[in-house]
């Protein structure tokens, strides 16, 4: 493979030395930039777009040449996994994700397949190789994919959810079958992400989406500890370099130690933390990520700087800092912004790598 010409975002990851703050931006290839928007209308649907190779690689492609980002992340969805066991992914406009079939019982479960990432998402893996062909060593590649306890919230619920009372009600009431689909899912998703790996993902992100929406005894036991068992499954290195993993958990922040300790290598962190406290609660124990709420992206340029400059202060001096939304870009966000943002971040960091 190509020699990165840009490893600043890995060398965070690993809390060595870098110029300046690396950045990337979660859902940073998606509807905010009109040259997605136009691609996708080619695809037809937002599946058809996942499932084609050079279209896939095309829209990963499409904020880099906008925005000096510091890593590309594979353009799919995290609900590819339960798709390809059966469940009938479909996407309503305005409505989000839906599946066709719903786990409610234990025999449901029972009879989901093991995932074959090779025969089922091979166009997953073969739009990682087109990416990393065609990124030709200008930053590295994120692979990623959705926690087991996210996938079975929308494999119970049959879609998003605001309670999430199905999924919840599965958990307390049949404990045993809900830990018989992470087990599954946790398999799944390890092969996922090596298939990944093989095929060129530079780093590895687990989307943690919903283990916020758990109490603490419920969070460890039901999302944390299958997390903990991918990180353990996952290949250790490619390329001659260390494959860092990272952990987000959305509204995970009363759990940062926790997380810490499941053997990633960076935890992600949404806005709802202050990141100079998350610092001094982990150490230098593992890297972090984040953590600007998205929302400040409709803000004026001068508005966006100051945040960005707050965030950097607060995280301090030193490495192992990688610049990102504490959640996903919105979709109507003006372009421009993302412009300010990144070149913020740049600019402004370098102060805290010196010497």
Request: overall charge negative; proline content about 4%.
């Amino acid at each position: 493979m190509t020699a990165l010409k840009n490893d600043r975002f890995l060398r965070a990851l690993a809390g060595e030395k870098v110029d300046m703050t690396p950045v990337w931006m979660m859902r940073q290839a998606g509807r905010y930039l009109p040259e997605y928007r136009a691609t996708r209308k080619v695809a037809g649907d937002f599946m058809s777009l996942c499932r084609n190779t050079e279209l896939a690689c095309e829209v990963t492609m499409q904020p880099l040449r906008r925005y000096a980002m510091d890593a590309a992340i594979l353009f799919s969805d995290i609900l590819t996994i339960p798709d390809a066991m059966g469940q009938g992914l479909y996407f309503s406009e305005g409505e989000g994700p839906r599946f066709r079939k719903v786990v409610r019982t234990e025999k449901d479960v029972e009879q989901l397949p093991e995932l074959n990432t090779a025969k089922d998402l091979g166009y997953v893996t073969d739009a990682v190789s087109a990416i990393r062909r065609e990124l030709n060593g200008s930053v590295p590649l994120i692979g990623f994919s959705g926690s087991p306890w996210t996938l079975a919230t929308y494999m119970i619920e049959g879609s998003g959810s605001k309670d999430f009372r199905n999924a919840k009600a599965f958990m307390f009431n049949q404990p045993e079958a809900m830990h018989l689909l992470l087990d599954k899912l946790a398999r799944g998703v390890i092969d996922y992400l090596n298939a990944q790996i093989a095929a060129g993902a530079q780093a590895v992100q687990i989307f943690d989406t919903w283990g916020g929406v758990l109490s603490t005894h419920a969070y460890r036991e039901f999302s944390l500890a299958y997390m903990q068992k991918i990180v353990a499954g996952l290949t250790k290195e490619a390329d001659g370099r260390k494959v860092p993993v990272i952990l987000f958990t959305k509204n995970g922040g009363l759990w940062l130690e926790d997380i810490a300790a499941s053997g990633c290598d960076a935890v992600g962190l949404d806005w709802t933390i202050d990141i100079g406290t998350a610092r001094a609660r982990i150490g230098n124990k593992v890297a972090l990520q984040g953590n600007m709420d998205p929302t400040i992206l409709y803000s004026s340029p001068s508005s966006i700087r100051a945040e960005v400059d707050r965030i950097l202060r607060d995280y301090g001096q030193g490495s192992g800092h990688v610049f990102n939304l504490g959640h996903g870009i919105t979709p109507d966000v003006d372009p421009a912004n993302v412009a300010v943002f990144v070149e913020s971040v740049h600019e402004l960091s370098q102060q805290y790598h010196q010497g």
